[in-house]
């Protein structure tokens, strides 16, 4: 059975940084993707960063958010910097191949 297990979140300053970890098993390393959700929004997506390193992000980004990954670890980092209040949200990692998905965490971005 697939696992993800977040870390990171919490509470941080606008224009900060923060930074969140996503450990997989039970699974071969695949794709994995970042989304989130903020309070009576729908789920959308972040990015994407393939087995072979690929990585695909929304427009939204626009270059603040990094995701990478070391397989070594089975895990999948979300680097997120110069944060609004509006990705306050929560954030999941999840496995598209097997529809797994971390159990969110929480952001706020607040002053």
């Known amino acids: 059975q697939v696992q993800l297990v977040e870390s990171g979140g919490g509470l941080v300053r606008p224009g900060g940084p923060l930074r969140f970890s996503c450990a997989a098993s039970?699974?071969?390393?695949?794709?994995l993707a970042w989304h989130r959700q903020a309070p009576g929004l729908q789920r959308e997506l972040i990015g994407l960063?393939?087995?072979?390193?690929?990585?695909t992000y929304a427009d939204f980004v626009k270059g603040r958010f990094t995701i990478s990954r070391d397989n070594a670890k089975n895990t999948v980092y979300l680097q997120m910097n110069n944060l609004t209040p509006e990705d306050t949200a929560v954030y999941y990692c999840?496995?598209?191949?097997?529809?797994?998905w971390g159990q969110g965490t929480q952001v706020t971005v607040s002053a």
């Open positions: 999840n496995a598209p191949a097997s529809k797994a």
């Open positions: 039970g699974m071969v390393f695949d794709t």
């Open positions: 960063i393939t087995v072979r390193d690929r990585t």
